[in-house]
């Protein structure tokens, strides 16, 4: 039978990292692989032409980040700048990410 105490110390924002938080870490998700640029693009028009919601896995941006997963809707991307704005309307997220940047990208 179990006992009801807490053996085990628990972060008090445990439940709004899961709930709220757009990001996943290095410890919740898989490495997927590095998709060829022609592919990127590919999906990244298909996602801005059909406003689909997207999960963008992006690269390390330093030797001591982890990977790192971003969802949301492309909303522009300026022609003047490599930028890619990426949207989330759930949590009010915006991102900016660079095409370079962009690991994989799935369908959530």
């Known amino acids: 039978m179990k006992k009801n105490t807490l053996e ?3 972060h008090p924002f445990t439940f ?3 709930k709220f938080f757009l990001f996943n870490t ?12 022609e592919q990127l693009t590919y999906f990244l028009n298909q996602a801005f032409t059909k406003k689909r919601k997207i999960i963008l896995q992006l ?6 980040s982890d990977f790192t997963e971003v969802t949301g809707y492309i909303r522009s991307t300026s022609s003047k700048r490599p930028q890619i ?3 989330n309307p759930l949590n009010r ?4 990410v660079l095409p370079s940047d962009i690991r994989h990208i ?3």
């Open 8 to 10: 085990e110390q628990v």
């Open 16 to 18: 709004l990292q899961k």
């Open 26 to 37: 290095t410890n919740e998700l898989a490495l997927l692989p590095q998709m060829p640029e």
């Open 59 to 64: 690269n390390q941006l330093n030797y001591d």
């Open 85 to 87: 704005i990426l949207e």
């Open 93 to 96: 997220m915006t991102y900016l």
């Open 106 to 108: 799935r369908l959530p």
